[in-house]
């Protein structure tokens, strides 16, 4: 299941992480390569995929809309600010061999049952 998935960008914060994952579906003559942002909360157990409507990309910013919220990147990190409360994270880029590996197999489960 997770050679199905590629983690592309770690982005941690106190309260919330996010992750830009290239996800791998099979067909019969191709292969697919979607690109998926999942939001992970440190307060719940199961981590959420995130609606991408827009991006927009300059030489060093990057920004993302998405249906829950607002994401500005930069080389080093970035913020989140969520559409509905407002509320705003702190973001940074942090190494991908630290994700925890638990996170790494809700995220495949995720996945699998979008496919």
Same mark, same amino acid.
């Given at each position: +299941? ?8 770690? $982005? $941690?914060?106190? *309260?919330?992480?996010? #992750? &830009? ?12 390569? #979607?690109?998926?942002?999942?939001? +992970? ?10 609606? %991408?409507?827009?991006?927009?990309? %300059?030489?060093?910013?990057? *920004?993302?809309?998405? *249906?829950?919220?607002?994401?500005? %990147? ?7 600010? &969520? ?9 940074? %880029? ?18 699998? &049952?979008?496919?």
């Amino acid at each position: +299941m997770f050679n199905r998935f590629k983690v592309c960008r770690f $982005l $941690l914060g106190p *309260e919330i992480q996010i #992750l &830009e994952i290239i996800f791998r579906i099979p067909g019969g003559e191709q292969t697919v390569h #979607l690109t998926r942002w999942i939001l +992970m909360r440190k307060t719940q157990e199961e981590p959420k995929l995130l609606d %991408l409507r827009f991006r927009d990309s %300059l030489a060093e910013v990057e *920004e993302l809309y998405f *249906e829950e919220g607002y994401l500005k %990147l930069n080389g080093s990190g970035g913020a989140f600010i &969520e559409k509905f409360n407002s509320a705003q994270h702190h973001l940074q %880029l942090g190494e991908i061999k630290c994700i925890n590996p638990e996170l790494l197999h809700k995220v495949g489960y995720l996945l699998e &049952e979008e496919a």
